[in-house]
């Protein structure tokens, strides 16, 4: 059975969605083992807990405009991207 055109592009991005989503948990993963051993090797205070949070939320506003910007029909480039400072 031969697929359409709609299908074989929902097929497409359902597999670079699953594949980019495996890639993303596996550095993140990664990246969550260095900040345990770095965490181990020094002390952590809690005014340190605040600029994480806000870099947390400065990539959560980066990914949701990139999202946003991508279903609106605009290019990433012209999206504005805001900073959290």
Avoid: H, W
């Avoid at 709609?6 to 980019?20: D, K, N, P, R, T």
């Avoid at 809690?46 to 870099?55: E, F, G, I, M, Q």
């Avoid at 400065?58 to 910007?69: E, F, I, M, N, Q």
């Amino acid at each position: 059975m031969q697929m359409g055109f709609y299908e074989s592009q929902l097929a497409g991005l359902s597999v670079l969605c699953i594949s980019l989503i495996l890639l993303e948990r596996y550095v993140a993963s990664s990246n969550a083992k260095n900040v345990r051993e770095a965490e181990a090797s020094s002390d952590q205070t809690s005014a340190n807990v605040k600029p994480l949070k806000s870099t947390i939320l400065a990539t959560l506003t980066r990914k949701y405009l990139v999202v946003y910007g991508i279903v609106m029909g605009k290019p990433s480039s012209q999206v504005e991207i805001l900073d959290a400072n």
